[in-house]
């Protein structure tokens, strides 16, 4: 039983290895844009964004990994943004190939949005600083959306858009 266990583990990581030899690193980093205590109030938004980009970028064959929630600061007690030189940097040291830039804006109301106002995303090839993509997903959620759909499914939701819009221009090796 023991020598069958480990033929499948062996078989198994065989079959993985063509598609890790091609698979792209990818560091993701979020920033939100927005003041006061609205930034906590909409950190799972973040989170599930996060995820639904994530996702598809797994399901795709790719290597992806976030930089986590922005810290809160002890000057001003809110969460700060990183600077973009720290994106580029970490996402170097980190062992990515690209960097998937995603800027959140919500609105300054004092509930938290269902959803953000607008979603910027930028796609860079880290070696020679080529912009892969760019672009702008507005999102388009009806009344109906609200009031059947949880906040996290219209925000993974949201996720995944922007990652197929990443993908449309990117001829990763791994999905070809």
């Known amino acids: 039983m023991k020598r069958v266990f480990v033929a499948a583990i062996a078989g198994g990581v065989l079959l993985l290895l063509p598609q890790l030899a091609h698979a792209e690193t990818v560091m993701l980093y979020t920033q939100m844009q927005l003041r006061g205590d609205s930034q906590e109030k909409n950190v799972d ?3 599930a964004i996060e995820d639904g980009v994530m996702t598809l970028f797994f399901d795709s ?4 990994f976030d930089t986590g929630l922005p810290q809160k600061t002890a000057v001003s007690d809110t969460l700060a943004p990183r600077p973009e030189s720290w994106a580029v940097s970490a996402a170097t040291e980190g062992g990515a190939h690209f960097l998937l830039e995603i800027k959140l804006t919500f609105p300054t109301d004092p509930y938290p949005a269902a959803v953000p ?3 910027h995303y930028k796609f860079t090839e880290l070696a020679t600083g080529e912009t892969i993509s760019e672009g702008d997903v507005t999102p388009s959620i009806t009344p109906h959306d609200l009031a059947t759909k949880k906040p996290y499914d219209l ?21 070809l």
Do not use: H
């Open 61 to 64: 064959g790719n290597i992806i």
């Open 117 to 119: 106002s607008m979603i």
């Open 45 to 47: 938004r973040f989170v």
């Open 155 to 175: 925000c993974f939701a949201l996720g995944e858009e922007i990652a197929r819009d990443v993908m449309k221009g990117w001829q990763n090796p791994s999905t």
